[in-house]
Each structure stands twice: as structure tokens, then as C-alpha cells.
């Protein structure tokens, strides 16, 4: 009832000077006339009761240095989608310590992945599939992909069925720290992000960018486009935070909530 719910207000619900929500349209810019600074609802109940409580980087200013617009990714209104994700993670962690034989255990896991798939593809056409305003249809479909590589991870780390091919035990335990201080990797890791987009470094021009950026063009001398530098930046990015989790992990250090 949440999704739907969510999915009519966001789709049919006229906004207050807008009209009819247009989920097509992306974020204003300076130059998007002030009727149509909230094309939907998301938008505009951010703006009107948070105002410049929201992320700095999606706010808009008149000339006069008015507050205009501005919007939250973790928003008021998307919260509603966001419940229903944990609420589908809630389901399955009810299925998976349920009594019930482990082929059972990965069949559900594998048929539900496969429905809210499908079924999160379809909703798409009537609500797009979109992270930043936490579509209904991004919220089943990404509950379907995520239900099919636990099925996956489950058939191949838990199954007891005959012929599969068995994962090295290092290889699992290797990736335990991260999960043991998953919210410390999660927490510190956007800080670092903030923190190296925040350190100033000479642009061999005469000006200066962010470490994070000058990071990203040093990475492009590696063959291939722009894609393969931002992999190898992902990448090395994990890679650090793997090595900080298992060196806390050594000495038994932890975050927890």
C-alpha cells in the first residue's frame, strides 16, 4: 500500500503551481522558469519544509540570494519507498531463518527475485524507475535484483545440493570484516568521499581542483575511456576501506549501533 500509495501522489496529485507531476523532468537549473522549479512532489515538500536544510548541492538561489528551490536525496516523501525497501529486507531475512529445507530457502529467493523484477519493470511504465526520488518501480525492481544475487550468493556459499562448485573458504572469509564493520565502512567511506572532494591541489594551470578530481585524471592514462579510470577508481577506493575493516578486524575493533 506504500508504493501505490506513493506511486498516485507522485504521478496524479496536482503540485501546488505546477499541476499534474512530470517525473520526466531532471533537476532546475538557473535558468528553469520559477513555475516550473517543482515538477514533482518530492521536490517541492522538501523545499517547503526543509528549505535550506538539505544537501547545499541541490539548492537554487535568485539574484537576490533567495532561496528558490532545493531538494534532499534522503528527502521527507521518499522516506515512504525507503520503508518498503526495509521492509522487503525484513521478508527476507524472515524467509531465510525460517524451517524450511534450503532448496526451499533458494527456489523462494530465486521465483520472488524473478517477480519483483518483472513486475518492477512493468510498474516502470507507469512510474519510472528513478534512485533519486526512490520510484516505486526502483524499489521492487531493485528488491527483485537484490533477492537474485542473495539467491545466488546462498546456492553457491549454502546449498547442499550435489554438483555445485564449492567457494574457497578463504576467498568468503576474506570479505567478513567488511561485514563485521559494515558501518564504519559505510559511514567513514563517505566521509573520506566529502573530505578529498573538500582538499585543494594545483590543476597545472594556474588554478586549483579538488584531490578527488586531479585522482580521476591521473587515473585516465590507463588504456580505455573514462569508464575504466572510474573503475579503477571504485575499485581502489574498496580496496582501501577492505584493507582498514581487515586491520580493525585483526584487533578486534568495531562499530556498532
Known sequence: MLLVGYTVLMVHVPIPG??????????????????????????????????????????????????????????IISTLPAVASVLFGVLTGQWLTGARP?????VGLMVGGSWLVLVGWLWSAWMPINKRIWTSSYTVFT???????????????????????????????????????????????????ITLGRIRVGDGAGGTQSFQSAAFEWLQVLPGDERVASLAWALGFVGVWAAITWALDRRGLYLKV
Do not use: K
Open 18 to 75: 505546477f499541476g499534474v507531476p512530470d517525473l520526466s523532468r531532471g533537476f532546475p537549473t538557473a535558468v528553469t522558469p520559477p513555475g516550473e522549479l517543482f515538477s514533482n512532489w518530492a521536490f517541492w515538500i522538501d523545499f517547503h519544509l526543509l528549505g535550506d536544510h538539505t544537501w547545499s548541492a541541490r539548492q537554487l538561489y535568485d539574484e537576490t540570494g533567495r532561496l528558490i528551490w532545493s531538494f534532499d536525496p534522503e528527502g
Open 102 to 106: 534450503r532448496r526451499d530457502i533458494l
Open 143 to 193: 528488491a527483485g535484483v537484490a533477492l537474485l544475487c542473495l539467491g545466488v550468493i546462498y546456492h553457491a556459499v549454502d546449498s547442499e545440493e550435489p554438483g555445485i562448485v564449492a567457494v574457497p573458504g578463504a576467498l568468503l572469509r576474506s570479505f567478513e570484516p567488511y561485514g563485521r564493520n559494515a558501518i564504519l565502512a559505510f559511514v567513514g567511506s563517505g566521509m573520506m568521499a
